[in-house]
């Protein structure tokens, strides 16, 4: 007799949070504003500012742009599971929907990482040749591949999960739709999906990540050999803000995805997908000189009167 098939799964999110639901709405509520706030503002100078409309401000606008989008994808389901009681009822092609855009998104951050430390690579290693080697048509071409790839493997990923029959409790023990909670609900054969999502998983991760850490052996070897102090400084202070966010992304991701720390995967899970899209435009803002500056000059520029 066939079980009776789930049409919605339950998300747990961070289980029975009693009387400490308000205080983590206001948090979650807090965090998403942030975020939302950080990353706009800096597409919009990005956009604005002329001084600005360099190759590294322009993947910079671009990981803003997708970590708009990541956050949004995540956030404002979590705040609705608060309200009950930290879970939430979400039909199978909702949860569909969501992983999907997280997959996308996901992919897409990490070959946009490693063209981000490309681009440092060439500015720091290879100063001469850098308006050459990264001209505007190159530079959308690195951002148009990165988008392009990670949607690419993720529609894979979801038209096999879309094959996919899911029956038993229906409980997802996480705070969004992820694959290896969902796939622990199949009651179909999921023998060719897990190990083609593994490598699908392993082509978009592993190989942006090996470029990342090859670029950034070239720039702190170079950096070293810079004979003046000031030089040095300068050199690593245009690329110590992309090597704190690789570090962040890379680094929980693949202690999600490789290493077995079960009970730990909400954790680490909350520090990529929550807090890195945070930070990020934090440390753009705070760390960088060319950013502040570009605030404080949108800041002068008088307001343009309107005709009577």
């Known amino acids: 007799m066939e079980p009776n098939l789930l049409t919605e799964f339950i998300l747990l999110g961070f289980g029975n949070l009693g009387d400490q639901w308000s205080l983590l709405f ?35 606008g671009n990981l803003s742009c997708l970590e708009t989008c990541y956050s949004s994808n995540i956030l404002p389901l979590m705040l609705a599971n608060f309200f009950n009681g930290g879970q939430r009822v979400i039909s199978v092609t909702g949860c569909m929907i969501q992983y999907y855009f997280f997959g996308f998104l996901a992919a897409s951050e990490c070959y946009l990482l490693a ?24 530079c959308f071409q690195l951002v148009a591949c990165s988008w392009i790839s990670g949607s690419l ?6 038209y096999l ?25 199949s009651c179909s054969d999921t023998q060719i999906i897990k190990p083609l999502t593994a490598f699908l998983a392993a ?16 720039i702190i070897s170079t950096i070293v050999r810079i004979p003046s102090i000031s030089g040095r400084q300068k050199a690593f202070s245009t690329c110590s803000s992309h090597l704190i966010v690789v570090s962040i992304f890379y680094s929980t ?12 995967n909400k954790v680490f899970s909350f520090l990529y997908t929550i ?26 520029k008088p307001a343009v009167p309107t005709r009577s």
């Not at 493997?153 to 979801?158: E, G």
């Not at 807090?275 to 800041?299: C, F, G, Q």
């Open 26 to 60: 206001f948090l979650f509520s807090v965090i998403y504003i942030v975020t939302m706030a950080g990353n706009i503002l800096i597409i919009a100078l990005v956009v604005v500012d002329c001084h600005l409309h360099t190759p590294m401000y322009f993947f910079l």
């Open 115 to 138: 063209a981000m430390s490309y681009d440092r690579y060439v500015a720091i290693c290879k100063p001469l040749f850098y308006t050459t080697l990264m001209n505007s048509k190159v």
């Open 153 to 158: 493997a993720i529609n894979i990923t979801i």
């Open 161 to 185: 999960m879309h094959q996919l029959k899911f029956c038993g409790s229906g409980e997802i023990n996480h705070f969004f739709c992820d694959f290896n909670p969902i796939l622990k609900l």
């Open 203 to 218: 082509v978009c991760s592993l190989p942006p990540f090996l470029l990342t850490l090859a670029s950034y052996i070239y």
């Open 253 to 264: 991701i693949m202690i999600v995805y490789i290493l077995p720390l079960k009970d730990l």
């Open 275 to 300: 807090l890195t899209p945070l930070v990020n435009p934090l440390i753009y803002s705070l760390r960088n000189k060319d950013v502040n500056e570009a605030v404080k000059n949108v800041a002068r």
